[in-house]
Structure formats: C-alpha cells, structure tokens
C-alpha cells in the first residue's frame, strides 16, 4: 500500500526558512512533486524531482527561494523553503508519479498525502 507522510510545516515570519519532508512507503516512483492550494485557490505545482534526483524543475514563483531534494536510502523527499513570503502561506502537498518525465501537472500524479500547513505572518 503506498503513502505519503508529509511533515515540517508550521508558522514562520516572512524571510523566515522551513523544511517539509514527505516519507514514501510502498514503492519507489518515477519521480516526485510538491503542490500547494491556498484557500480558495486551485492546487498549484511548487516543484519536482526525479526519484534518483538527477532532475528538478519549479514553478518561477519559488525558483531561487525553494529547494527540492531526495534521500533514496530513507526514501524521503524533502522541500527546502527560504526567504519566505506571506503569498507562500497554503496547505503544502507531496505527491508522486509513475510519469517519466519532469511534470506540473497534477493529473500526472495519482498519489498524495495528506498535506502540511504551512503559515508565513508578515
């Protein structure tokens, strides 16, 4: 049975750092993504990482202030978050596909967590 366990979300000041991770059990995957959706706003990508981490791609919003990881030997991926903004404040996903190649779309990812909130206070 896959699941994804996300973790590290909380409240931070603007400017401020934080780390998600998203432990995967089950199976390994193509590749792996973090989505966010603020309230009443659509899920949107943040980012996405090949499952041996040779490939990464972000949504511009984040690029330069977000960085995606993985650890295949704790089967972990992880979200770095810095230089935060209150714009970055919504419940944060982890998500995994069997889709090959780097993706932002979230139809291409069949599985999901559960999510972890993640508040930034000006």
């Known amino acids: 049975q896959v699941q994804l366990a996300e973790s590290g979300g909380g409240l931070v000041q603007a400017g401020g750092s934080l780390r998600l991770s998203c432990a995967v059990s089950?199976?390994?995957?193509?590749?792996m993504g973090w989505f966010r959706q603020a309230p009443e706003k659509e899920r949107e990508f943040v980012a996405t990482?090949?499952?041996?981490?040779?490939?990464?791609y972000y949504a511009g919003s984040v690029k330069g202030r977000f960085t995606i990881s993985i650890d295949n030997a704790k089967n972990t991926v992880y979200l770095q978050m810095d230089s935060l903004k209150p714009e970055d404040t919504a419940l944060y996903y982890c998500?995994?596909?069997?889709?090959?190649?780097?993706?932002?779309?979230?139809?291409?990812?069949?599985?999901w967590g559960q999510g972890t909130q993640v508040t930034v206070s000006s």
């Open positions: 998500a995994a596909r069997s889709y090959v190649g780097l993706s932002n779309d979230r139809n291409l990812y069949p599985y």
């Open positions: 089950g199976r390994t995957f193509a590749g």
């Open positions: 990482i090949s499952w041996t981490g040779g490939a990464t």
